[in-house]
């Protein structure tokens, strides 16, 4: 599960900016992919036509084999119970304890509440920060912040990630340890489609990046770690000799 088909997706807004155009691609299950790209390039546009948001101009996208944009308002909450998604300023309840922002969704689909503190403790743990559930979200660092909404995220158990610039608050190594987070829920089978504009980091990590311009993907690749450590060893290299 979690296999994504996009066929020659347009978006255009009523103000006649076309924010995706013509767009084919496609994510296995289980693989994880960076979105990248300048502001406005289409990387949030593209998050939101998967997460049925919003609805292409024309095209088609597939999830599953099942043409999204055709779910009936019935269905749709369904749908999305099986995608879980990370914003950039993770949009915590400010009121409402750590447990309880963790267990929203959970309590949204109606799940008994024994099952409710099973699965919120074990997202809490994979992310580090179990022991902290009774805290408000005001308690929290930035960093604990962001992991308490992808704790979120995952604690349905999502066949799909989605993150919206993830890490685009954070300092180095708390980014690191933040994209290490998703390719942990990645290893255990789950798509994970991440747009971010920290190009260095995703540089060394080995995996697919997919580069928007004008929503339009104009590359497609996989990072290779060993050539961007080479590529600093010699500028490194470069700056001694010259020093």
């Given at each position: 599960m979690g296999h994504i088909r996009l066929q020659r997706v347009t978006k255009r807004f009523e103000n006649g900016f076309e924010a995706l155009s013509e767009v084919t691609t496609e994510f296995a299950a289980g693989s994880m992919t960076f979105l990248t790209g300048h502001s406005g390039a289409g990387k949030s546009t593209f998050l939101k036509l998967l997460i049925r948001a919003d609805t292409p101009t024309r095209g088609q996208i597939l999830v599953n084999d099942v043409d999204i944009g055709g779910l009936s308002a019935a269905r749709l909450p369904l749908y999305r119970r099986h995608i879980g998604v990370v914003f950039q300023d993770h949009h915590l309840l400010a009121a409402r304890?750590?447990?309880?922002?963790v267990a929203m969704p959970l309590r949204v689909a109606g799940m008994r509440e024994r099952e409710v503190a099973r699965r919120v403790r074990a997202s809490l743990t994979t992310v580090e920060l179990l022991g902290k559930e009774g805290l408000l979200p005001s308690h929290l660092s930035t960093g604990e912040q962001q992991r308490?909404?992808?704790?979120?995220?995952?604690?349905?158990r999502p066949r799909i990630l989605l993150?919206?610039?993830?890490?685009?608050?954070?300092?180095?190594?708390?980014?690191?340890?933040?994209?290490?987070?998703?390719?942990?829920f990645n290893q255990v089978g789950t798509t994970v489609i991440v747009a971010s504009h920290d190009i260095d980091l995703?540089?060394?990590?080995?995996?697919?990046?997919?580069?928007?311009?004008?929503?339009?993907?104009?590359?497609?690749?996989?990072?290779?770690?060993?050539?961007q450590s080479a590529a600093q060893s010699d500028q490194a290299d470069s700056v001694e000799v010259g020093s």
């Amino acid at each position: 599960m979690g296999h994504i088909r996009l066929q020659r997706v347009t978006k255009r807004f009523e103000n006649g900016f076309e924010a995706l155009s013509e767009v084919t691609t496609e994510f296995a299950a289980g693989s994880m992919t960076f979105l990248t790209g300048h502001s406005g390039a289409g990387k949030s546009t593209f998050l939101k036509l998967l997460i049925r948001a919003d609805t292409p101009t024309r095209g088609q996208i597939l999830v599953n084999d099942v043409d999204i944009g055709g779910l009936s308002a019935a269905r749709l909450p369904l749908y999305r119970r099986h995608i879980g998604v990370v914003f950039q300023d993770h949009h915590l309840l400010a009121a409402r304890t750590v447990f309880d922002n963790v267990a929203m969704p959970l309590r949204v689909a109606g799940m008994r509440e024994r099952e409710v503190a099973r699965r919120v403790r074990a997202s809490l743990t994979t992310v580090e920060l179990l022991g902290k559930e009774g805290l408000l979200p005001s308690h929290l660092s930035t960093g604990e912040q962001q992991r308490i909404g992808i704790a979120r995220a995952v604690v349905t158990r999502p066949r799909i990630l989605l993150a919206d610039e993830p890490t685009g608050n954070l300092d180095p190594d708390l980014s690191r340890h933040i994209m290490d987070l998703f390719t942990r829920f990645n290893q255990v089978g789950t798509t994970v489609i991440v747009a971010s504009h920290d190009i260095d980091l995703i540089e060394t990590m080995g995996l697919r990046i997919l580069h928007l311009e004008d929503g339009r993907v104009v590359s497609d690749r996989t990072s290779d770690p060993g050539t961007q450590s080479a590529a600093q060893s010699d500028q490194a290299d470069s700056v001694e000799v010259g020093s």
